[in-house]
């Protein structure tokens, strides 16, 4: 009885709270917002622990995972646990392996529960990279919408589903074997 109920009500309350998110945060409202560095805040990331995972700052972020047949390696951004609608923008190289982008992380990293798109070269990712290669990327994170622009094209459009997290940090997950360098990481914070 409940959920007969009440689920009508939310569906419509979340039909308008992203009806008007995608109203107001327009290409125009984007622009007035200022970007901030993620990398300007080392103490600000926090790493998974596991034997084979490295992440070093410095003129650029490096994570590394270099064993194979090890678990994954993760770094995340706590400090941004309240964000909801985000824009990031960033700048990085592959030179191994694969990663996974998980936005709106909130109370786990799982792509289940969080809006998250997988990028490399093999098993099928959500994204196709070139191993060397450095790519921009914009990755945006508005209402119900997760869009991956790679080098100005749209590459990943995705509905995000209104059982997974709406607000909560981004966090950046490699698989082993892999090995990236960022070399620019900047958020536009909306709400």
Request: contains cysteine.
């Amino acid at each position: 009885e409940t959920q007969s109920l009440y689920t009508p009500m939310w569906k419509q309350v979340y039909g308008e709270i992203n009806g008007i998110t995608s109203r107001m945060f327009d290409e125009a409202y984007l622009n007035r917002v200022p970007w901030n560095d993620l990398l300007a805040d080392p103490t600000g990331w926090t790493p998974a622990q596991s034997s084979s995972f490295t992440y070093k700052f410095g003129s650029a972020l490096t994570l590394t995972n270099a064993a194979e047949g090890s678990t994954g390696g993760l770094a995340y951004f706590p400090k941004a646990d309240n964000w909801r609608d985000y824009v990031i923008d960033m700048e990085f190289k592959l030179d191994s392996g694969s990663f996974a982008f998980y936005t709106r992380i909130g109370d786990k990293m799982d792509s289940k529960e969080c809006p998250a798109f997988t990028a490399g070269t093999t098993k099928n990712p959500n994204v196709l990279l070139e191993y060397g290669k450095v790519y921009s990327m914009l990755v945006s994170t508005i209402g119900t919408q997760l869009d991956v622009k790679l080098d100005g094209q749209s590459v990943y459009p995705d509905d995000i589903i209104g059982s997974k997290s709406r607000k909560g940090e981004p966090g950046i997950a490699v698989q082993a074997g892999t090995s990236m360098t960022i070399t620019r990481l900047k958020v536009r914070l909306l709400r």
